[in-house]
């Protein structure tokens, strides 16, 4: 299994919401954003970052939401 580093956005998404990149476990299925899911607080969540792409206008995101 290959170790990635994650882009520098997700560092930045994750500080957001209190963790760390680290903290991150990737999830399957994110085909244009990034999926993670971490736990604090003894909760679950999911991390999921859709990042800026000229290519992605109002009808794809509307799409991938």
Excluded: W
Excluded at 23 to 37: I, N, W
Excluded at 39 to 49: E, F, H, N, P, W
Aim: glycine letters at 6%; hydrophobic letters at 35%.
């Amino acid at each position: 299994m290959q170790t990635t580093t994650p882009p520098p956005f997700i560092e930045k998404a994750a500080r957001y919401y209190g963790v760390s990149a680290a903290d991150l476990t990737p999830m399957l299925g994110g085909h244009v954003t990034y999926v993670c899911s971490y736990t604090r607080d003894g909760k679950d969540y999911v991390l999921r970052v859709t990042p800026p792409n000229e290519e992605i206008d109002l009808s794809t995101m509307r799409a991938i939401l």
